[in-house]
């Protein structure tokens, strides 16, 4: 950048919404990152990986996974995720970030075929306010 500082851009779903970040270090994609700190340029400084399930965020890899759509809940290789009103499905296949519907998603790999991490984020309701589907 203008000031000689050295960074690595990537294509980040921020709030929703893909847009480029500047990280100051390179890091592993297609993992959701969580308590994410800014230096005054602006640039990624630290983050951690979502990489185990708790009260705030699920993860898992699955392999040849079914997926089944029932009401407002989305089932993935057994587990189930009860999605919030105005959740939104991400399904991320290396640089193409498409927005499904839990339908379009459960019509799609029915019949198994789903390799990928999926990583969800729990609202305070227990509810699910995002998945994101990176396929592998």
């Known amino acids: 950048d203008a000031d000689d500082n050295e960074y690595y851009r990537y294509d980040a779903i921020l709030n929703g919404e893909v847009k480029q970040v500047k990280f100051d270090d390179s890091l592993n994609e297609g993992y959701l990152y969580n308590e994410v700190e800014y230096d005054d340029n602006g640039y990624v400084t630290s983050c951690d990986r979502v990489v185990t399930t708790d009260d705030d965020y699920y993860y898992d890899e699955v392999t040849n996974a079914k997926v089944s759509q029932k009401s407002s809940t989305v089932t993935i290789d057994g587990e189930g995720f009860y999605m919030a009103s105005g959740a939104k499905i991400f399904v991320i296949d290396d640089d193409d970030v498409s927005t499904y519907t839990a339908k379009k998603l459960a019509n799609e790999y029915e019949d198994g075929g789903l390799n990928a991490r999926v990583t969800g984020v729990v609202n305070a309701?227990?509810?699910?306010?995002?998945?994101y589907i990176y396929l592998v």
Request: proline share 0%.
């Open 125 to 131: 309701d227990g509810e699910y306010s995002y998945l």
